[in-house]
T-cell receptor, first 119, second 114 residues
């Protein structure tokens, strides 16, 4: 399996709702990422998990809460979002820094994304 | 902080001609430079990459060059085809806090005219 999968594909939620985005990979990758992408902009890093531990939080508001239950799964819990949080949320994975000497170790592969609309 | 600048923001070429997209980065610790292609409504797709110990890499019609001294890297697409039309993002990577961080350029919208 060489893919990163994400569910749901589309999500519409109100500002008082709680929802979760899910990401899964079965490539044995040990680093997983959440990105936010607004229209006509590049992906913007939110969180990085390395070996199931949160390594980077790019000063993301607490209404976004990441979780890495195991090495294959990554969740993003959403609560009390604002309309400006509407975007494409992309998950990505890579082999992990401890394998930096391995060919292809730095390659990040993206999932198809979840298109989130906050009303 | 780290910054990646990408030019041009839009590029239109005739089918069969070549396209070149250029990026500069600011962080000298960056050691890996991938290029992603993103078609409308789809995920960014890794198309080619280069490590800092290599000056040039080629894969069929696409090639990437890196000038570490000048902190420049470029994507070259030859014999362009309509299916090359997409947004292309360059990125610079550095290890940080035990993990990896990609900083993306702003993107180039490439249009191939038949």
């Amino acid at each position: 399996d060489t893919e990163v999968t994400q569910t749901p594909k589309h999500l519409v939620m109100g500002m008082t709702n709680k929802k979760s985005l899910k990401c899964e990979q079965h490539m044995g990758h040990r680093a997983m990422y959440w990105y936010k992408q607004k229209a006509k902009k590049p992906p913007e890093l939110m969180f990085v998990y390395s070996y199931e531990k949160l390594s980077i939080n790019e000063s993301v508001p607490s209404r976004f809460s990441p979780e890495c239950p195991n090495s294959s799964l990554l969740n993003l819990h959403l609560h009390a979002l604002q309309p400006e949080d509407s975007a494409l949320y992309l998950c990505a994975s890579s082999q992990g820094l401890l394998r930096s000497g391995v060919r292809g170790a730095y390659e990040q592969y993206f999932g198809p994304g979840t298109r989130l609309t906050v009303t | 902080g780290e910054n990646v600048e990408q030019h041009p923001s839009t590029l239109s070429v005739q089918e069969g001609d070549s396209a070149v997209i250029k990026c500069t980065y600011s962080d000298s610790a960056s050691n890996y430079f991938p290029w992603y292609k993103q078609e409308l409504g789809k995920r960014p797709q890794l198309i080619i990459d280069i490590r800092s110990n290599v000056g040039e890499k080629k894969d069929q019609r696409i090639a990437v060059t890196l000038n570490k001294t000048a902190k420049h890297f470029s994507l070259h697409i030859t014999e362009t085809q309509p299916e090359d039309s997409a947004v292309y993002f360059c990125a610079a990577h550095r290890p940080i806090q035990g993990a990896q961080k990609l900083v993306f350029g702003q993107g180039t919208r490439l249009t191939i005219n038949p």
